[in-house]
C-alpha cells in the first residue's frame, strides 16, 4: 500500500494534510493509498499555470508542441505494463484496460499527427479565408485563434483514469494551454501513477501540467476568463458547478460530459436470421459488460421492433448467460467489478428504480457466479436486462441511468415512434442504428441527430471495420446535447480551439500578412531577384512574387488537348452547341489546359529546390478563356510551414490567371515541396 497519493503542484510533488481518504481495491477490498489536497494553495496553482506554463508552451509553435505529444506517447508506451497491473485495481479486464490505457495514448499520437499535418509551424492558427470587407481591399479582416492565457482545469470521472485525462490534455497542450488534472477520487491511484511517469518523462515544459489529487478547495474562486473548465460527471455535479459565481461572473467556458442515456435502435428489416441481427446482439452485449457497463457512451435503451423485442430479449438473455464475471486479472473472467462497493450499491438503487416500470427479464441477482475472487469483497454486479412494456408513457427509462452493466429493451411498432424513444433519453452522448435498409438509416438519423453527439449505423458491410456503438474517436467530436451535457471535446483540430481564442482582426492585406503569415491578394508583392523556384525554403519570404510573359490560347491548342486527354465535351468541340450553352459564346478552353499553361508559364524547368508539387487547393475558373485570349500568371509565396527534420518545407503559393483585359480567369493555390539550405547544399 501507497501511503498517500502525492499531488504534482509548482513542478513538486507535495502530499495533503492529514490522513485524507482510503482508497481500496474493486476485486477485493485491500487498501491501496490514502487521497488528501487539504492543505494546497490553489490560488498559487492556477497562477504557477498561466505563468510559468503558459509561457513556456506558448513558446513553442503548434508542431513543436505535436513532437512534444509524439515523444510524451512514445515514453508511455514504455511504461505501460505497470499501468495495466495497476488497472486491474480498478475492476478492469485486459481488454477495458486496452481502451483506458492504449486508447489514451493512442489520442496523444493522434493529436500529435494532426497537428503536424493540419496547423502551422507557427504560433497562431487562421480560421479560413480572409475577410473582404472593403471595395477596393485596402482594409480587409481574418480571424485567427490564439491561446488563451489562463489554464484548462480537467475534472475527471472514476471509469476512466488514463483515457480521461489524456483526451482532455492532448488538445490542451496542442493549444498551447497548461492543464490542472483533478481524477475522480475512487481510481485516482491510477492516474497518479501516469502522471508520475509523465513527470519523470521530462518531456512537458515547467508548469504544464499539475495534479490535485482530492477535493478542489476554493480553486474555483481564482478562475478568471481565460480559465477552461472540461468536466466529466453527473449532470448534478456538473450544474452545481457551472453555477458557481465565478464561472458566471468571468464567463468561464465550461464544458461538460455529462449522465447519458445512449440508445441504439434496431431497424425493422434486422430480423432474426439476418446478419444486423446478430451484429445487434454482439453490440448490446459487449456494451453492456465492457468497463462492466461504466462508460458514459454505453447502450442503456435497446430500441427494438415491437414483434422481434421477445426475441431480442432471449437472444441477450443467451449472450449475457455467458459472460464469465470475476477477478479481471483471470484469463477466464469477461467482465471484472464496478470501481468501488459504493458504486455498486448506487447500480442497485438504480435498478430498483428501473423496475417500478420495467420487468427484469435476466440478471437483477444478489448472488451469482464469481471466479477467482470473493464476491462479499468485491465491487461485482450481475448483468442486468429489463423490458419495458409501454416505453412511451414509462418516464424512468428515459431519465434513470444505472451506470453499471444494465440496460432496458424498449419495443416500438413503427419507426416514427423509434425516433420519440430515442429523443426522450433528451441528449446523448453517443446513439447507433443496427440495419441494412439505407432509407431506413436516413430517416433515424435525420430524425435523432439533434439528440445526438455522435452516431454510428452499422450493418453486414461495414461491421468488420466499424469500431462499434461506445467508441470515441479522437478524429470525432466527443460531446451531447442536453442530459448529455452541451459540451465537446476532442473532434481532432476542433478540439484544439475549443482552448484558444477566436479574434476578428481588421487591417490592412500587408499588416494581416505580417500577423498571420498568410500572404493575402493586395499585400506588397516583392521582387525576389530571381524566379522564386530557385529559393530554398529559407530563402524564400512571403510575397515573393512572379508575374510572367503572356501566352495566347489557340483553337489548335484546345482541339489538340481534347484528342489528347480525351476530354472532348461539347463546349470545347462543338462551336454551335457551345454557343447555346448560357454561360458561353462558343468554344472555349478546358479549364484544365488553363492550368497546364499556367504552369507552363510559372515552372522553372532546371533542376533546383523545388522537389515536388503535391497538390492545388481551391481551384475555382472565374471565367470562361476563348480561342484568341492572352493568359498572364501572378504567382504569389503564400505560406511557409517547414517539417522540421524532414530536410524540406512546404510552401504554398498564390496563383492568379488573367487574361488580355486584366478580368481573373482561375485562382488556385499550388503545393510544394521547398528543399532547405541543407538538404539543397547536400544534392548540388
Known sequence: MQTKLGNLVLDRWVDGDGDGKLLTSAVDGAPIAAISSAGLDFGDILHHARSRGGDNLRRLTFHQRGEMLKALAQYLMEHKKEFYELSTATGATRSD????????????FVFSSKGRREMPNDHVYLDGPPERISKNGTFTAQHIFTPKLGAAVHINAFNFPCWGMLEKLAPTLLAGVPAIVKPASSTAYLTELMVRRINASGILPDGALQLICGGVGDLFEHLNCQDT????????????????????????????????????ILGPDAVPGTPEFDLYIKEVTREMTSKAGQKCTAIRR???????????????????????????????????????QGQRDEVRDRVAELSQQADVVYGGSDSFDVVDADADKGAFFMPTLLHCEKPLTSSAVHSVEAFGPVSTVLPYDNIDEAIELSRLGEGSLAGSIVTNDDAVARELVLGTAAYHGRMVVINRHCAAESTGHGSPLPHLIHGGPGRAGGGEEMGGI????????????????????????????????????VHPFRKTFEQLNIGDTLTTDTREVTLADIQHFAEFTGDTFYAHTDEEAA????????????????????????????????????????????????YGDSLRVRLACKQKTLRAGTGYGEVRWDAEVTNQDDDVVAQYDVLTMVATDEQWASVQ
Open 97 to 108: 484496460s486496452w481502451v483506458d490505457i492504449d486508447g489514451g495514448i493512442s489520442t496523444l
Open 229 to 264: 473548465i472540461a468536466f466529466t460527471g453527473s449532470k448534478n455535479t456538473a450544474e452545481f458547478l457551472q453555477q458557481h459565481p465565478k464561472v458566471i461572473s468571468e464567463s468561464v467556458a465550461f464544458t461538460a460530459e455529462t449522465d447519458s442515456l445512449n440508445s441504439s
Open 302 to 340: 435497446v430500441i427494438a421492433p415491437s414483434a422481434i423485442a421477445a426475441d431480442v430479449v432471449a437472444a441477450l438473455s443467451t449472450a449475457l448467460g455467458e459472460i464469465r464475471i470475476g477477478n479481471p486479472a483471470s484469463r477466464e473472467v469477461d467482465m471484472g467489478a464496478l470501481a468501488s
Open 494 to 529: 476542433r478540439g484544439v480551439l475549443h482552448y484558444m481564442q477566436r479574434t476578428a482582426v481588421q487591417g490592412s492585406p500587408e499588416t494581416l500578412t505580417a500577423i498571420g503569415h498568410r500572404w493575402i491578394r493586395g499585400a506588397d508583392e516583392n521582387d525576389p531577384g
Open 579 to 626: 454557343a447555346k450553352n448560357p454561360f458561353f459564346d462558343g468554344r472555349v478552353a478546358h479549364g484544365y489546359l488553363i492550368v497546364s499553361f499556367a504552369a507552363g508559364l510559372f515552372v522553372d524547368p532546371d533542376f533546383g529546390p523545388v522537389l515536388a508539387n503535391y497538390g492545388v487547393d481551391e481551384l475555382r475558373f472565374a471565367q470562361p478563356v476563348n
